[in-house]
Structure formats: C-alpha cells, structure tokens
C-alpha cells in the first residue's frame, strides 16, 4: 500500500481557446478573432499565437498589436468624476471620504494614478494592475486634460512658459498644451504625472489655481457625469487605453 506523502494534488488548469478569450472581452465573433490570430497580430506570453492555442485566463498575458489586454475573469473598468473632497486612495486612516467608496464594493477595485482631494473630474478605477501600472507609467505619456480657473488674466509669455516647461522643484516640466478659455480659464493638456502639477505649473507663472477640474484621460471624456457619478467604459474606451500604452518600437 502506497504511502501519503502530504502533498496536496493540484487541480488541472483550465485552458481556453484563444478565440474564445478574445471574443468575450469585445473583440468580435470568434471567426474575427480566428483572423486576428492568423494575422498574427496576436501575442501570448511575448511570443505569437497561432490558431488552436489554448490559454489560462488567470496567468496569460494576452496582447493585440502590442497592447496587453485584461483577459482574466472579473476585471472591470470604471470611469468616475471625483468630487472634491474625497481622498484618491482605496484607505485613509484619517477616515476622510475615499474614492472607493463611490464605486461598487465587488470587485475591489482601486484608483488608477491621483487627483488631490480639492480636485474634480475623471478618474479610473480598476482590478487590472497591468493596465494601471501602464497608465500611470511616465514612459508611455498618456495625455491627461485639465481646466483650471486661475487668479489673474495669464498673458502669452505665461501661456508659453506653460507649453515649452515651467521650472518647478523637482525640474523643468515636459511641453504642455496651454490655450485660454476664458480670460481666467486655462486648458492644460500635460502627459506626465507629477505630483500636484498643474497647480505648481500655475503657480510658478504666476497665477494660483482656483478650480481646478480634469477633463480626459487619453481619449476618454464625459461631460454628462455629475459629481460623484461613475460609469463602465465601453469597449471601444478600453480599446483606445491599451493602445495608448501598447508597446512601441524603441520603448
């Protein structure tokens, strides 16, 4: 009689076809994946797919043209427009309102990249830490879009200052774009993720932020989203993330 050696039998794997993984996070019948993957613009764990294979959507990394793609069960994708006052954390031990808490409990989900607890507008949330961790990664530069209400009229020399860099602390800020909205109101596109940036960019040209406001993230913008409202992205929204953070030659 054989002995218990007290180890614990793993339980299989439970493998898909490609296609079918493909299919059910939004990118068409199975026939359009099968052409996908022909096509070879298909990636698994770095190396090209061919038709037939079968992956674990728990531990694969799935890519479409370079982009990785959330392929493991349950990941959702929120887009929320933060009211001022709520913290951008998933805790806060000063029991300060937390931006988790304007979004459904399950799955825990958490905030991608930060806005300050005295700035509105669009935040992600998610349980894709790939895609957050590209998202807020400095090397990829996905545009963030702001209005800020300032003190003051800016003139051009301080448009300019903001779209060539402005000095701060912490070094020369990258080039922006800066327009007058109104004769105290700046668009400010930026791609870099600084903390408290857009107001010490302000500042240093010499007009102290009032309001300030994000408007879009990447390509991803919604102006019917009342404070505190939240939303799923659509697929053609996460489509255009993780192609904003696809992998390009020479990165």
Known sequence: ?????????????????????????????????????????????????????RVDP??????????????????????????????????????????????????????????????????L?????ELAHRLTHPSYGVEKEYVAEVEGEPSRAALRSLREGVELEDGLTAEARASLMDASVVKLTIHEGR?????????AVGHPV?????????LIADRSLGPGEWRELSIDELRSLEQAVADKPGR
């Not at 806060?92 to 799955?107: A, C, N, S, T």
């Open 1 to 53: 009689m054989a002995e218990d050696d007290g180890s614990v039998e793993q339980e299989p794997v439970e493998e898909v076809r490609l296609q079918k993984v493909l299919a059910r996070v939004g990118f068409g019948s199975r026939r359009k994946c099968d052409d996908l993957i022909a096509a070879g613009r298909v990636t698994v764990n770095g190396e090209v797919a061919v038709l037939g294979r």
């Open 125 to 129: 949330l998610t349980n894709d830490g």
């Open 195 to 203: 903390n408290r940036q857009v107001r010490r960019m302000c500042e």
């Open 58 to 123: 728990e531990s694969a990394v799935v890519a479409v043209d370079g982009a990785p793609i959330g392929v493991r069960p349950g990941l959702v994708y929120y887009l929320l427009n933060k009211p001022t006052g709520v913290v951008t954390t998933a805790d806060d031990p000063q029991g300060r309102p937390i931006v988790v808490d304007l979004v459904p409990d399950e799955p825990r989900v958490f905030p991608v990249g930060r806005l300050d607890a005295d700035t509105e507008g669009l935040l």
């Open 210 to 218: 009032v309001r300030l406001v994000r408007t879009r993230v990447g």
